[in-house]
């Protein structure tokens, strides 16, 4: 079984600032896929960013873009100039490659971000 | 076009009670799943169905059941709920599984059972 870790229940930081959240996860599978979701206040997810475990570069949308360091089992969230409209629960989540069945996406428990004005 | 819908949004149980969380879906997808979000926690797998007739146990089942009769349709049924089982319910579906399929999300159910 997969375990998912997010050590930071809560981070603030001012508007504009760049900030990064953490996430761990144990895994033996070396096919699998890492995501990092965000639920603003609505409870609505929303995708933010996904990574291939196979692909060493590191992927990037917009102002968001990950750390994925596989040895380590890291795959930490970077976000730049970070906007008012950031303020959410930030989901880092474990999808495994292999297999027939669905098996779902493994969460992590959570970090909420504030973005100070 | 609707994605994903659930409902209903917002239920109070008494316990003891059942009741039955509706989740539909009007892209055609294969792949539907149902999760429980308990306050300050991630989302947890309950049940999930790669296609009609075809339904398999997640990381939490006890205390539920459901069903796929349709490719549209996944209803999650609660048998004599427990304050355990207080907690936010999504339902979400994707075409496939994989790194370039979607999954999309209904906007939850919230249920208290007292």
């Known amino acids: 079984a997969q375990t998912v870790t997010q050590s930071q229940p809560e981070m603030s930081v001012q508007e504009a600032e760049t900030v990064t959240l953490s996430c761990t996860y144990d895994?033996?599978?070396?096919?699998?896929?890492l995501f990092w979701y965000k639920q603003p206040p609505s409870r609505q997810m929303i995708l933010v960013i996904r990574?291939?475990?196979?692909?060493?570069q590191n992927a990037t949308e917009n102002r968001f873009s990950v750390n994925f360091q596989k040895a380590a089992k890291s795959f930490s969230l970077k976000i730049s100039d970070s906007q008012l409209g950031d303020t959410a629960m930030y989901f880092c989540?474990?999808?495994?490659?292999?297999?027939?069945?669905?098996?779902?996406?493994?969460f992590g428990k959570g970090t909420h971000l504030i973005i100070q004005p | 076009n609707a994605g994903v819908t659930q409902t209903p949004k917002f239920r109070i149980l008494k316990i003891g009670q059942s009741m039955t969380l509706q989740c539909a879906q009007d892209?055609?997808?294969?792949?539907m799943y149902w999760y429980r979000q308990d306050p300050g926690m991630g989302l947890k797998l309950i049940y999930y169905?790669?296609?009609?007739?075809?339904?398999d146990k997640g990381e939490v089942p006890n205390g539920y059941n459901v069903s796929r009769s349709t490719t549209e349709d996944f209803p999650l049924r609660l048998e004599l709920a427990a304050p355990s089982q207080t907690s936010v319910y999504f339902c979400?579906?994707?075409?496939?599984?994989?790194?370039?399929?979607?999954?999309?999300f209904g906007s939850g159910t919230q249920l208290s059972v007292l």
């Open positions: 979400a579906s994707s075409y496939a599984k994989g790194f370039n399929e979607k999954l999309f």
């Open positions: 895994t033996s599978e070396n096919n699998y896929y």
């Open positions: 990574q291939e475990a196979y692909k060493q």
């Open positions: 989540a474990f999808m495994t490659g292999t297999g027939g069945g669905a098996d779902g996406l493994t």
């Open positions: 892209m055609n997808h294969n792949y």
């Open positions: 169905s790669v296609g009609a007739g075809i339904t």
